[in-house]
T-cell receptor, first 107, second 114 residues
Framework: GIQVEQSPPDLILQEGANSTLRCNFSDSVNNLQWFHQNPWGQLINLFYIPSGTKQNGRLSATTVATERYSLLYISSSQTTDSGVYFCAVEDDYKLSFGAGTTVTVRA | ETGVTQTPRHLVMGMTNKKSLKCEQHLGHNAMYWYKQSAKKPLELMFVYSLEERVENNSVPSRFSPECPNSSHLFLHLHTLQPEDSALYLC?????????????FGSGTQLSVL
């Protein structure tokens, strides 16, 4: 199956800071999604982005499919951005998840 | 609110108990999924249902038994679980099973097996 690696594993930010999370994958994919899991366990779909760039408020994502990586940008971070960010890629009709990046935003 | 509701939110059970987890989706989707999330591990896909038919079973032990009576409801029946089965169990749905489909998750059931 496809290997999904996320970095960094942990990230501590001061409120207002910007950051970049990375997702590398081992094979070409047609489906890549970013999720945010809040401290209460809820997983929210942030982006469906198999290629190109998308923006949603303070969050944006870029996937370079030919080089097998995706980046998630968080700008002007807020404490509500804390949680775990997962990258997931399509692997034989199902999504395979990375181990996640745990983000802590301090006031 | 994602449109996918799971109950109960928390569950504590002994190894000899029988319990069930429930998932309901209000999105008109045709595919539903059970995932297991253990501490410090990536999400693991357990079961996939498409149009009420189980299409995938990822080598899950028989002490976990899924049921999909219709396209809106999904159950996970639990019996004689082990302490290592303690985890967050997440239900998800998508418009259909296949490529290029966005996944929507419920809030999960935090299960503790004593």
């Amino acid at each position: 199956g496809i290997q999904v690696e996320q970095s960094p594993p942990d990230l501590i930010l001061q409120e207002g800071a910007n950051s970049t999370l990375r997702c590398n994958f081992s094979d070409s994919v047609n489906n890549l999604q970013w999720f945010h899991q809040n401290p209460w366990g809820q997983l929210i779909n942030l982006f469906y982005i198999p290629s190109g760039t998308k923006q949603n408020g303070r969050l944006s994502a870029t996937t370079v499919a030919t080089e097998r990586y995706s980046l998630l940008y968080i700008s002007s971070s807020q404490t509500t951005d804390s949680g775990v960010y997962f990258c997931a890629v399509e692997d034989d009709y199902k999504l395979s998840f990375g181990a996640g990046t745990t983000v802590t935003v301090r006031a | 609110e994602t449109g996918v509701t799971q109950t109960p939110r928390h569950l504590v059970m002994g190894m000899t108990n029988k319990k069930s987890l429930k998932c309901e989706q209000h999105l008109g989707h045709n595919a539903m999924y059970w995932y297991k999330q253990s501490a410090k591990k990536p999400l693991e896909l357990m079961f996939v249902y498409s149009l009420e038919e189980r299409v995938e079973n990822n080598s899950v032990p028989s002490r976990f038994s899924p049921e999909c009576p219709n396209s809106s409801h999904l159950f996970l029946h639990l019996h004689t679980l082990q302490p290592e089965d303690s985890a967050l169990y997440l239900c998800a749905s998508s418009r259909r099973r296949g490529l290029n489909e966005k996944l929507f998750f419920g809030s999960g059931t935090q299960l503790s097996v004593l």
